[in-house]
C-alpha cells in the first residue's frame, strides 16, 4: 500500500509541475489590438509604444510583462491621464488586446511665474518683487496628433525673452530618429552678480540691461529601443555685458561681447513605471557637454562637464516604497567664466535642507534615500459640475515620507563669483520629513520640514517635482 501511495504522489507532482512549465511555456497569438479613446493621437503613435504588434506570437509569461511595460510607455509619454492595457482569451493559445485612453488636453495657452533664486524657499527670505519674472505660453504637446511638440513663449520682469522651440519625435520610417529645434533671446536688468555666505547676490540696473543674450540649439533625439534614448546638441550663445556688471565684478566675465559654441550629449535608459512620480523600477543617464570650439572669432575654451544619474525605485510592501537616487559629476571650467560652472544646490542637483544655498563644485557625489508611505492610496474621482473628461476625470494620492541626502564636493574655480567661500572638500548631509501630494498632469506638490547639518539650521520648503 505504502508503494502505491508513493507512486500516486510522484505522478501527482510530475502532474502539477508539468502542468505550470506548459503554462510557463505556452505560446498565444496577438491576433488584434483595438484602440479607443485617442480622439487626437493618431493610432500610429499609441502603437509605437506598445511591445508587440498584432500577429506576433509570445510565451504567455513574456506577453503579461510586455502589457505592463506598454502601459508605462503609455503613461511616460504625458499624452494621456489615464491608461488601461487589457486582453481577452479568443482561444487557448489567442489573445485580443484593448486599449482604453483618456487624453490630456494638449493646447494650453497658460502664465508661469520664475523666481531669481530659482525657487520659492529663497525667494521667500527677501520677497523682492523685482525677482519675479512672468512667462506666457502658447503650448501644444500633440501637434497635429502625431506628439509633435510647438511652444512660443514671452517673459515679462526680472527676466524680459522671447523664444520658441519646435519638436519632432519622429522623422524616419522606423520611427526612431527625432529633431528638435530651439531659440530664445533675452534681456535682464537684475541678475546674480557674485555669492556671499554660499547664496547669491544681485545686482539691478533701471536704466539698462545687465545682460543681453540669445542662443540658437539644433538637436537629434535617436530612440533605438523603447526605454532608450540619445540626445545630441549643437547650441550657438551670444551674451553682451554691460559696463555696469562688469564695474561691479571685473572676474564676471573677461570679454565685454562673448559668444560660443556648445556641444552636448545624453544617453538615458529609462525604467521607470511613471516618470513624473515614479514607485518601482530605475533610471540612468549619462551626460557630457564642451563650451568654445574655437570655431568663431575670440571664442576660447570655456568649459567641461561629465555628469551621470543612476535613480532606484522599489516598493518594499503594498503602501511601502524605497526610493535612492545618487548624482556624480567632473568639471573643468576657466576662472574667467565666473557665471558658467556646476553648484551644488542648483536644478537636478539639489539637496533637500539645502534650497537656500548654492555651493560651487568642480566635482561632486550626491545621494538622496526616501521611504515613503502611502496612506492615501490612489483614488479616481470625477468633477461633476466639469464636462470634459480631460479634465473632470482625476486621480490622486499622498505620501508620508522619511528622507536623508549626503554629499562630498571639491572646488577649485569661480574664485572671483563665490569669493568669501571655503573652497575645501566637504560632506553635507540632512535629514528631514515631508509630504507628497500627487495627481494627475503629473502634479507634485511636495510639502517638506528638513534640517542642514552644515548650517544647523531647520527649514520648511514646497516644491513642485518629485524629489528623486
Known amino acids: 500500500m505504502k508503494v502505491k501511495f508513493y507512486i500516486s504522489n510522484i505522478f501527482f507532482l510530475f502532474f502539477i509541475f508539468g502542468s505550470l512549465f506548459s503554462q510557463e511555456n505556452q505560446e498565444i497569438l496577438v491576433s488584434k489590438i483595438e484602440i479607443e479613446g485617442n480622439n487626437r493621437t493618431k493610432t500610429e503613435i499609441v502603437l509605437r509604444e506598445i511591445e508587440f504588434v498584432a500577429g506576433d506570437t509570445i510565451l504567455l509569461t513574456v506577453f503579461e510583462d510586455r502589457l505592463e511595460r506598454s502601459k508605462e510607455n503609455l503613461t511616460n509619454t504625458s499624452l494621456f491621464n489615464f491608461v488601461s492595457i487589457d486582453y481577452n482569451l479568443i482561444s487557448e493559445s489567442e489573445v485580443f488586446v484593448f486599449v482604453k485612453l483618456v487624453e490630456r488636453w494638449y493646447i494650453l495657452p497658460f502664465g508661469a511665474y520664475s523666481l531669481m533664486e530659482g525657487d520659492l524657499n529663497t525667494w521667500w527670505q527677501e520677497k523682492n518683487m523685482n525677482h519675479i519674472a512672468i512667462h506666457g505660453h502658447l503650448l501644444d504637446f500633440n501637434f497635429k496628433g502625431r506628439r509633435e511638440q510647438v511652444l512660443g513663449r514671452f517673459s515679462l520682469g526680472y527676466d524680459r525673452s522671447l523664444g520658441l522651440t519646435y519638436y519632432v519625435p519622429y522623422i524616419n520610417e522606423n520611427k526612431t530618429l527625432g529633431l528638435m529645434l530651439d531659440g530664445r533671446f533675452s534681456w535682464q536688468k537684475v541678475l546674480a552678480s557674485h555669492t556671499q555666505d554660499y547664496k547669491y547676490q544681485y545686482l539691478k540696473n533701471d536704466n539698462n540691461f545687465l545682460l543681453k543674450s540669445g542662443y540658437l540649439s539644433a538637436s537629434l533625439v535617436y530612440r533605438p529601443a523603447f526605454r532608450m534614448t540619445e540626445q545630441f546638441s549643437v547650441s550657438y550663445y551670444n551674451l553682451y555685458f554691460s559696463d555696469t ?190 509630504l507628497d501630494m500627487v495627481s494627475y498632469y503629473d502634479i507634485v506638490f511636495r510639502m517638506e520640514a528638513s534640517k542642514n547639518f552644515l548650517f544647523n539650521q531647520w527649514g520648511f520648503f514646497v516644491h513642485l517635482k518629485s524629489s528623486i
Not at 298 to 325: C, H, I, M
Open 245 to 434: 556688471l562688469l564695474a561691479n565684478n571685473p572676474a564676471f566675465s573677461r570679454q565685454k561681447n562673448m559668444q560660443y559654441i556648445n556641444l552636448f550629449s545624453k544617453f538615458k535608459v529609462d525604467y521607470r513605471d511613471d516618470k513624473s512620480y515614479p514607485l518601482n523600477g530605475f533610471y540612468f543617464d549619462f551626460m557630457a557637454s564642451y563650451s568654445g570650439l574655437k570655431l568663431l572669432k575670440d571664442e576660447v575654451f570655456l568649459g567641461a562637464y561629465l555628469q551621470t544619474n543612476f535613480r532606484f525605485y522599489k516598493p518594499l510592501t503594498e503602501n511601502f516604497y524605497w526610493a535612492s537616487g545618487i548624482n556624480l559629476s567632473t568639471s573643468k571650467y576657466q576662472n574667467y567664466v565666473s557665471y558658467l560652472g556646476q553648484e551644488i544646490g542648483s536644478s537636478g542637483n539639489e539637496i533637500r535642507g539645502f534650497e537656500l544655498y548654492r555651493i560651487p563644485a568642480t566635482h561632486f557625489a550626491v545621494l538622496k534615500n526616501n521611504l515613503k508611505w502611502n496612506f492615501l492610496p490612489k483614488v479616481n474621482f470625477k468633477l461633476p459640475f466639469i464636462k470634459y473628461e480631460k479634465i473632470s476625470l482625476i486621480h490622486f494620492a499622498a505620501y508620508l515620507n522619511l528622507f536623508a541626502d549626503i554629499a562630498t564636493y571639491q572646488n577649485d574655480y569661480r574664485r572671483s563669483f563665490f569669493s568669501s567661500e571655503n573652497i575645501s572638500p566637504k560632506y553635507i548631509y540632512s535629514l528631514g520629513a515631508g
